[in-house]
């Protein structure tokens, strides 16, 4: 059980254009999900929380206007990386925690973003 | 949240026990001490968490000092699949998010 999906797991963009990245608790519900990012030889940088039916909390310097979050079900949220730029180049990885304090998180098998 | 101190990389003889130290002198007593890994290239994976006793599942064993202040994640039989970077990280009960330190590289050799 506690399995999580993520999609797709590897992504080429032009820059200027958007990506959205899905993020699925496939067997269980996720009162709140969070989204990663992680450059190559660093450690995971927690971008945004989310809360079912809420708007996310972004971490400071985590554009909101750029890294659009919606976590619209107690299973789905989505990241949009909008108007992706080279600099946006990075693994993206989603978790989802069954309850707001749990510190069980279930992760995504990541996706790689490339933007050319 | 407390901060914690891991050293940066290790290696570990195929089959025999890897014992991963994680210094958190600043705990709180509301925090708990919880273990992820994470294998190249993918998402990371719960191991164990516990608060003050010690705990065992299927993957590891979580010994925490009698002072709070340390930890050790004990893989009994390490095998080449559990080459990862481990990361040790306090979380308290009343928050939600869960931040990363830079973890130890855990190298499994034959």
């Known amino acids: 059980g506690a399995v999580v999906s993520q999609h797709p797991s590897w992504v080429i963009c032009k820059s200027g254009t958007s990506v959205k990245i899905e993020c699925r608790s496939l067997?269980?519900?996720?009162?709140?999900m969070f989204w990663y990012r992680q450059f190559p030889k660093q450690s995971l940088m927690l971008m945004a929380t989310?809360?079912?039916?809420?708007?996310?909390?972004?971490e400071q310097g985590v554009e909101k206007d750029k890294f659009l979050i919606n976590h619209a079900s107690l299973t789905l949220s989505t990241l949009t990386v909008t108007s992706a730029h080279p600099e946006d180049s990075s693994f993206y990885i989603c978790?989802?925690?069954?309850?707001?304090?749990?510190?069980?998180?279930?992760f995504g098998a990541g996706t790689r973003l490339s933007v050319l | 949240d407390a901060k914690t101190t891991q050293p940066p990389s290790m290696d570990c003889a195929e089959g025999r026990a890897a014992n991963l130290p994680c210094n958190h002198s600043?705990?709180?007593?509301?925090?708990?001490v919880y273990w992820y890994r994470q294998i190249h290239s993918q998402g990371p994976q719960y191991i164990i968490h516990?608060?003050?006793n010690n705990e065992t599942n299927e993957m590891a064993s979580l010994i925490i000092t009698e002072d709070r202040k340390s930890s050790t994640l004990i893989l009994p039989h390490a095998t080449l699949r559990d080459t990862a970077v481990y990361y040790c990280?306090?979380?308290?009960?009343?928050?939600?998010?869960?931040?990363f330190g830079a973890g130890t590289r855990l190298t499994v050799k034959p």
């Open positions: 978790s989802a925690a069954r309850t707001r304090t749990s510190g069980i998180q279930y």
């Open positions: 067997d269980f519900q996720a009162t709140t």
């Open positions: 989310s809360n079912e039916g809420s708007k996310a909390t972004y």
């Open positions: 600043t705990i709180s007593g509301n925090e708990y």
């Open positions: 516990g608060l003050k």
């Open positions: 990280i306090v979380h308290p009960s009343s928050k939600d998010d869960m931040r």
